[in-house]
């Protein structure tokens, strides 16, 4: 499958809202594609950190930017999902 352009993902997420504000999302398909839109957006700046940090010289400074981008990555997933966030012993 293809990835969706940055309009159709514009217009899916448009939609989404519509749909959750009239109560109409009875098989969460709009809850789910809004959460996953919300913490996609913190994995992606993981991603950037970890390609960063292990391509251009693993330095302290690429380490710490890994670290925050992966700590709000967890704290984005613990507010979606209402539960307690765990340390992994990156700090």
């Known amino acids: 499958m293809s990835k ?13 809202i519509q749909i959750r504000e009239k109560d109409m999302d009875s098989f969460f398909v709009a809850k789910t594609l809004l959460s996953h839109n919300y913490r996609i957006g913190y994995l992606e700046e993981v991603f950037k950190a970890a390609d960063q940090y292990l391509n251009m010289g693993m330095n302290e400074r690429q380490r710490k930017d890994l670290w925050k981008a992966i700590k709000k990555a ?18």
Request: glycine share 4%.
């Open 74 to 91: 967890k704290e984005a997933e613990s507010y979606t999902s209402h539960q307690n966030k765990t340390d992994f012993g990156l700090e």
């Open 4 to 16: 969706p352009s940055d309009e159709e993902v514009d217009i899916a997420i448009k939609t989404a």
